[in-house]
């Protein structure tokens, strides 16, 4: 029997991670350097306009340690728009300064592990529709790691019958809830679109309390037994007002 469990899927993700040039832009003239950021502004500005008509979402962080200088965290309806803007981007000016460093893509993802029995179609209910097509916060932080689920001898997630997992998840729920309103976690799944099963990107205002939630839950045996991770991704959002800031010379 095919115990998978089932999901609902929402907007399409693109995390890319870049570094910045500096060597390159230090070299820029000034008024160069303020051309390529007016640009880079309109491209903003044009994301801020989808976002308002409820059309795709962005967030946009510095990233602390060596991994990256920047990155953007979006989201649209389909697989071609995210593609879209990704090669716009590319094609920009102040691209030229920067070098990929990472991307990761995936789709935003609820499961049903938790779900009651309804008949009513899950796509048409507000509070999953706020969840699956989310405008990103604008907090302080983010936090953004990518994750597996084991497949290893008697540690195989995907071997266990529904009840054992969902027990699980229920336990990992709970931990996850008592973060509330301080942590906004998004799931996004990947299996088949990139080289792990989930992104996990969370939402904070006080850094450290993405310490504490993913502390506690490496206890939590989903996470203790069944947890693989990747690279941890830390920064500090990059503001509109606090851009020139940022990339003043
Ligand atoms: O969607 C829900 O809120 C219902 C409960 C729930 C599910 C189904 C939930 C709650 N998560 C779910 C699924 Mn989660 N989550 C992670 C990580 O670092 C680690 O150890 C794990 C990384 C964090 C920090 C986190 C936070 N969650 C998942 C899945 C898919 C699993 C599958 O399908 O097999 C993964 C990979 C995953 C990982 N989770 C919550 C949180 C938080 C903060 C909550 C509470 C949300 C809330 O109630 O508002």
Sequence with gaps: MNEAAKTLDGWYCLHDFRTINWPAWKMLPAEDRQEILNEYITMLEDWNTTEKAGNGSHAVYTVVGQKADIMFMLLRPTMEELNEIENAFNKTRFAEFTIPTYSYVSVVELSNYM??????????????????????????????????????????????????????????????????????????GSVGFDDWEWGVTLFADDVLQFKKLVYEMRFDEVSARFGEFGSFYVGNILTEENLQSFFNI
Excluded at 138 to 154: E, L, N, T, V, W
Excluded at 162 to 188: L, N
């Design 115 to 188: 779900a009651g029995d309804s008949d009513e179609d899950p796509y048409q209910n507000p509070h999953v529709r706020a969840r699956l097509y989310p405008e990103l916060p604008k907090a302080k932080h983010i936090c953004f790691y990518p994750m597996d689920k084991r497949r290893d001898g008697d540690d195989n997630w995907y071997m266990l019958p529904m009840d054992s997992r969902r027990e699980m998840m229920r336990s990992h729920g709970m931990i996850g809830r008592s973060y509330a309103g301080k942590v906004k976690q998004v799931i996004t």
